[in-house]
């Protein structure tokens, strides 16, 4: 029975602690595998391509073991089934979604970071995680070429960064203490464009406004956001006696890479005193390239910006960062310091307690990983593996534009789309969107399941799009030459299949 009075707690033997010898031995050991399955990834199929029950039987429906097993048995089992069960993000032909391959620095990161275990709630309980945390928010901002003394946060991903910016901008536009009342019904309106990643839904529904409260404004024949549109449906809810309180403009849609205009975005937001929030989870880290369109850099204008480091910053998953121009903002938005937080005991210096920033009360430390990434390539490092994404990105463009079975839909940023189209079946008749579209959910299925590449998908005007997203150092030429010849076996294979209707 526990607790049992008479054990000896003199020579206390916790089964989770590990003696320095056996830490050694295992750690060891474990990173040897991890290096043989990075040198070996390329040859490896990018995904097993198992249905959800074979894998379900492969971990088995053993109950919660009794006894422990010993670590090392444990450490060997959890290795042995993600090796072999999982899809490899890291792989140089997976372009599918938003998702790089997690930098081999990001990877030690991680370790050291949960050796240290720091609590990156409050500054005491995490000194140097802390400041490193405060000085990666501050080496991002000076990448994007957003202003360098900002508040900011590390969060887990693009929708959460995103949320933030939602949140700081509903506390600092309503009229009302929206803290204490909470938000009024059917008032506060959010302005974004039709290519929003779903992330706004979640956020007019989570925080009390409801998703009727988004205005889902056109975009124009290259997926931006149409600003006379936007203005137009701006006047129309203020006459209505509506809130605009919230325009969010893409720095990089998730679909097809479109950056708004967010030059004029910026304008607009400030003509009708709107917060004016950028998504840049996926393209943001593009403002810093050279060649950069005046629109994209025009990010620095926003009034909070939402980036991942997971995306194209190359850090392991989960790395999101927020970024508020005006960090008491934030202070406004999130700090509570009921009487038993004793974390500002310093009067002649106060400390950074990102509890008071952002939502979560304890806190990893995320940044570590981000910050070690950021230090290994600089800014020279990142720009040429984000420039090398998107060279390869054109060439896959380019490679599928000239072929006759191909039909190339879009290029920007890293993001290509496009979609097979048998030899002699018209493009443009209406009447083979149908089966097209059929033609190539099949042909993705396979390719996704095959394990030779990954890619995502899209719907570009009704027609479905393979789609293709590069944010990945491992990826070269010969993977992007070889994605077309993929699809094109997958897609008259499966054509010749529904035609015969197997
Ligand atoms: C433009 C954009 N915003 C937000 C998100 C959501 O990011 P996360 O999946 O990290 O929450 C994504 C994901 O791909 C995205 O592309």
Redesign the pocket.
């Known amino acids: 029975m526990y607790p049992d009075e008479n054990r000896d707690l003199r020579k206390r033997a916790a089964p989770l602690d590990m003696s320095p010898e056996e830490f050694r031995r295992l750690g060891y050991t474990f990173v040897d595998k991890v290096v043989d399955l990075l040198a070996e990834i390329r040859s490896r199929p990018v995904t097993p391509g198992e249905s959800p029950t074979s894998v379900r039987n492969a971990l088995g429906d053993a109950p919660l073991p009794p006894e422990g097993f010993a670590a090392e048995d444990a450490l060997a089992r959890a290795w042995e089934l993600l090796s072999a069960h999982s899809l490899l993000n890291g792989h140089p032909r997976f372009s599918g979604?938003?998702?790089s391959p997690a930098a081999p620095v990001g990877i030690l990161g991680d370790l050291m970071a949960a050796a240290v275990n720091p609590n990156a709630g409050a500054w005491i309980l995490s000194p140097m995680a802390t400041e490193i945390e405060s000085q990666t928010i501050r080496w991002i901002a000076e990448f994007l070429g957003y202003p360098a003394d900002c508040g900011g946060l590390l969060v887990?991903?693009?929708?959460?960064?995103?949320f933030i910016g939602f949140l700081a901008a509903r506390r600092a536009k309503s009229a009302r203490n929206i803290r204490a009342e909470g938000v009024e019904p059917g008032k506060l309106v959010a302005y974004v464009s039709t290519e929003?990643?779903?992330?706004i839904h979640k956020a007019a529904d989570l925080f009390g406004l409801g998703t009727n409260s988004i205005r889902w404004i056109p975009v124009d024949g290259k997926f931006r956001m149409r600003t006379d549109d936007l203005v137009s449906t701006i006047e129309n809810d203020r006459a209505a006696g509506l809130i605009p309180f919230f325009l969010s403009g893409?720095?990089?849609?998730?679909s097809t890479g479109a950056v708004d205009p967010l030059e004029e975005l910026a304008e607009i937001a400030r003509r009708y005193d709107l917060w004016f929030h950028v998504?840049?989870?996926?393209?943001a880290p593009a403002a810093a390239l050279p060649g950069a369109s005046a629109h994209l850099k025009a990010l620095s204008q926003a009034d909070s910006l939402?980036v991942?480091p997971?995306?194209w910053l190359y850090a392991p998953?989960?790395a999101?960062c927020a970024l508020v121009r005006d960090r008491r903002r934030l202070f406004d938005t999130f700090d509570y310091s009921p009487p038993y937080y004793r974390f500002d005991a310093n009067e002649d210096e106060k400390p950074l307690n990102y509890y008071s920033y952002g939502p979560q009360n304890s806190r990893g430390f995320r940044a570590l990983k981000v910050w070690l990434g950021l230090m290994t390539a600089g800014r020279e490092g990142l720009i040429q593996m984000i420039g090398d994404d998107i060279a390869l990105a054109r060439t896959l463009f380019r490679e599928i534009r000239n072929h006759p079975e191909l039909e190339a839909f879009t290029q920007s940023l890293s993001i290509t789309t496009f979609r097979y189209v048998p030899l002699g079946m018209s493009r443009d008749d209406p009447e083979n969107t149908e089966y097209l579209n059929r033609l190539n959910q099949v042909l993705l299925d396979r390719l996704q399941a095959g394990g030779e590449a990954f890619l995502s998908n899209a719907v570009i005007k009704g027609r479905f799009a393979l789609r293709s997203c590069i944010v990945n150092f491992r990826t070269t030429l010969t993977d992007v030459e070889q994605i077309p010849q993929i699809v094109l076996a997958l897609g008259r294979q499966a054509d010749a299949e529904l035609r015969a209707g197997l």
Do not use: I
Not at 196 to 199: D, G, S, Y
């Open positions: 979604y938003v998702t887990s991903g693009g929708n959460m960064a995103n929003t990643h779903t992330w893409s720095a990089g849609t998730v998504d840049g989870a996926y393209g939402a991942d997971h995306k998953l989960e999101g």
